[in-house]
């Protein structure tokens, strides 16, 4: 229960959004552009035999590069039959890190329209199936990590791109295996990244303020293990940096009879979407100026993004303001399928 300890990672599109505009009344690129390696989690060891490619040569630990300029696609499923972007957008691949595990349980697309003036964010589910070439499947027989479970998940997929040390269009190569994967399944290439540290959210909440939601249902869990306490009533609610993880957060609860229910993952994400929105209408606004250089050191300590100072941050900027002055309308997407599959003892969900 509660095992997956993930929360919303909608502070890029703040950071995209609100902090990128407000920093126009700065006139200076504070942004700090972080590039660090993310942090490789052994997967847990329990093993249930997959039916793969045989492999006739081990090739031991040792790690393999995948050449940056090799145009073998990376994936063999079928890809994503939908149209999830018009052209001449501009799509900026949104992640959230999972606190204990360092999976990417968060992951998103915000696909900006300046032609339509619209805002689109498109959440992907973290268990999304991935199915790699067998070049890539080999390299995971060799580390022995071809039977773990969760390997072929979309949220493992930086880890995967770790393993194999490839390299990709940005300097994280981790994050650029994962936005190689969500182009080749899902048909939409990302122009640049936001990949949050979500230790900050309480934080830049209270900081702003809080944000007014509607909580559709009691929310009332508990799980010490994880320092997670949420205690919120249904109805119209004003909601602090505590409160406003744990809305974003809930997946599972009781009732007032003491009876236990679950949303399921596809039901929270439609909360973290609501809260999306809700936070770009009450704070991306002019009036909050005033908080910019707080925002800005509140967020600073926390992400790691693709965008660089000069063009490309003015180019930003430059959206920022019209998504506010011109009141793009903003709109969600929030992938889902009832085609499930196990591999290795793990429930994964097939797109096709």
Known sequence: MGS???IIIWIGILALIGIILVMVACETGVLTHQQKPQPSAEPEKTVITMPGPETT???GTQLVTLPEEKTT?????????GKLVEEGTTN?????????NNLYDTIGIASINKKNKTLKFIMIPRDTYIEYNDEIISKLKSLH??????VFKINYAHHVGSKIEYSGKFKSGPTSFLAEVVKEKFGVEADDYVNINPSGFKELIDYLGGVDINVPYDMDYEDPSQDLYIHIKKG????????????????QGYREDGTFFEIGDTKRKENQLNFIKALIKQKGTIKNAGKIPGMISLLGKNIQHSIGLGDALQTYIGMAKDIISDKYEITTENLSSDKMIRVNGASHMVFD
């Open 4 to 6: 997956n300890k993930n």
């Open 73 to 81: 696609k990376l994936t063999v499923g079928k890809p994503y039959s």
């Open 57 to 59: 040569q081990q090739e």
């Open 236 to 251: 119209s609610q004003h909601l602090g940096g505590e409160d406003a993880e744990g809305f974003v957060r809930f997946r």
């Open 145 to 150: 990590l071809d039977k773990e479970p969760g």
């Open 92 to 100: 900026v691949l949104i992640i959230g890190r999972d606190k204990v």
